[in-house]
């Protein structure tokens, strides 16, 4: 097995890519050694103990590294982990599969309701995060989650490789904010949640 690796826009993070699905759907975003517990492979990344940051995409996973790590050492102990993950098939999560595992639904976590009369509105962002820039988020080894719409704000939060990256803010405001304006005329800015 043979394990690529991609850098991302944020320095202290680099996509891994194992050459088979990660993630059966949906991503996992492990911010701390604490919600680590519900994944072996999560687990194990945070062990090596320079990692403040581990994320599961669909076929990759991105390993945010402490300030001052040095990636040339650290970059060797995290492929270890994954070829052992991987060639031994040990399961993603705790209980030997995500049965049972639940990760909250898109709408669990917004900041605030959305407004039922604004459900169209609502509804072309949420297409537009889906078709065109979640993809193209992933490929910089994170993603982005919708997190509300309210008096034509859209709040989204950056995940993985995108969130602490030092571009992500341009990213929101130049790159996702733009592209919602245009699109959607009822979108006047674009917040970080």
Request: aromatic content about 8%.
């Amino acid at each position: 097995m043979f394990i690529e690796t991609e850098t991302t826009p944020n320095p202290s993070t680099l996509k891994f890519l194992p050459g088979k699905k990660v993630m059966p759907s949906g991503t996992r975003d492990f911010a701390s050694p604490e919600d680590a517990e519900a994944s072996p492979l999560a687990q194990a990344l945070f062990d090596t103990g320079e990692v403040t940051g581990v994320f599961f995409g669909s076929d990759f996973v991105s390993v945010t590294a402490a300030p001052g790590s040095d990636w040339s050492a650290l970059k060797a102990q995290v492929v270890s982990v994954l070829l052992d993950h991987f060639v031994s098939e040990a399961p993603l999560f705790a209980g030997g599969n995500a049965s049972g595992f639940s990760v909250p639904a898109e709408d669990d976590d917004l900041i605030f309701e959305d407004d039922p009369a604004q459900s169209e509105i609502v509804e072309q962002i949420k297409e537009l995060l889906e078709t065109r820039i979640r993809p193209a988020v992933a490929g910089d080894g994170g993603d982005i989650r919708y997190r509300g719409f309210r008096d034509g704000v859209v709040y989204l939060q950056m995940q993985g490789a995108c969130s602490g990256c030092p571009s992500s803010t341009a990213t929101l405001k130049h790159g996702i904010e733009g592209l919602l304006k245009h699109y959607v005329p009822e979108v006047s800015e674009v917040r970080a949640a």
